[in-house]
């Protein structure tokens, strides 16, 4: 593909804002077209790991979202009694990985994202539709409401549900529903103190996590039927966890009916053949939706987008570095949904059994899980993550070098 000079990104969530961002960087005119009235992301909180913050440094923001790192003590998985099933360390996973777990609300890495691409590239109430993916001879064709756009490349960010993965794939089956749903909610908690945890019971778990604002994000998923809905979301999170232990339930009474938010979750079962098609490229949700237990959907797009962005002129490239990884990630969310949506008493005391034999063999071994996802590193170098390893490798000690190649 020649030289990309222009790019239609559709969609203005976390990996269409990157992607547009670390386009523009490259010198790449963009505008991003979102079908929301406003940037106003929909969700609560996002964890970003390691390989993601990575991601972020191509586009000068991984040390800024850094700073805004609340998870400095430790913490780990809980039952619903509250005894610990097994512990996590903060300071094991910053070394093993290269860098700390960043829990943020997700309007604020929108509004940190937003402001790396340039005044009025972004337009919203901007329904955008693919008319002609277009090819090694054509730009692509965008329809918008105020007429149709050509670019040499066009991002589709367009999510769980994306109208472009229809487009480009019309004989997919698309995604379905993963048999759970979940609940996220902001809340204050002034005087309250808590460590971070997520809580599994039979069918059902729930998530407690501090963020840099004195604000808790809070989520709860549990198998249910698709489709359906509680009159009052606040009383159906109290039958469900308001007698599990604390701090649950003053997280439950701080909330507000209209604070809950709530989703079915939907996954894609079977791999598109590629995340691209003549200019057009798919990230994000759009091209792999996996369920949330890993905390890597959003990750996994910021990874798309700068990936991306590195192989704007061959997306045949970026479909060969993206779709293996994004692939193996995505079915080892699955195998954890089902490991943490367990019902059967039996399976669940061999469970949590066995993750408190894991914990006490040492942080190590838990954090093995991860290894391959949160030690990813981007296409393109230097980042601020390594510039500053190498600076602390000119003056450390012998053991703090061999400190940093295990990372």
Sequence with gaps: ???????????????????????????VRVTVLERAGSLEPVGAAISLAPNALRGLDVIGLGDD???LSAWQGDGGLRAPSGRWLSRSSA?????????????????????????????????????????????????ARVGTPDGELEADLVVAADGIHSGVRRVLFPDHPGTEYSGFTTWRVVVPLPGVRFSSHETWGPGRIWGTHPLKDGRVYAYGAAVAPAGRRAADEKAELLRRYGDWHDPIPAVLAAVRPEDVLRHDVHHITRPLPAF?????????????????????GGNQAVEDAVTLAHHAEDLAAYTAARLPRTTAIARKAVRVAR????????????????????????????????????????????YASERTAAGNRQRSTPREGRLHRTR
Excluded: Y
């Design 1 to 27: 593909m020649a030289q990309v000079r222009r790019a239609v990104v559709i969609g203005a969530g976390i990996g269409g804002l990157t992607a547009a961002a670390a386009l523009h960087r490259k010198g």
């Design 65 to 67: 979202i850094r700073a």
């Design 91 to 139: 300071a094991a996973a910053a070394e093993r990985f290269g860098g700390p777990l960043v829990l943020l609300h997700r309007a604020t890495l929108v509004d940190h994202l937003a402001a790396r691409i340039p005044a009025g590239a972004v337009r919203t109430a901007a329904e955008a539709t693919v008319l002609d993916p277009g090819d090694a001879h054509r730009p």
């Design 276 to 296: 691209h098609r003549g200019r057009v490229a798919l990230v994000g949700d759009a091209a792999h939706a996996m369920p949330p237990t890993l905390g890597q």
């Design 339 to 382: 490991l943490n949506m367990m019902t059967g008493r039996l399976g669940i005391a061999v469970r949590d059994t066995a993750l408190t034999a894991l914990s006490k063999a040492g942080p190590a071994l838990v954090l093995r899980g991860f290894d391959g996802i949160a030690d990813w590193r981007p296409p393109q170098s230097p």
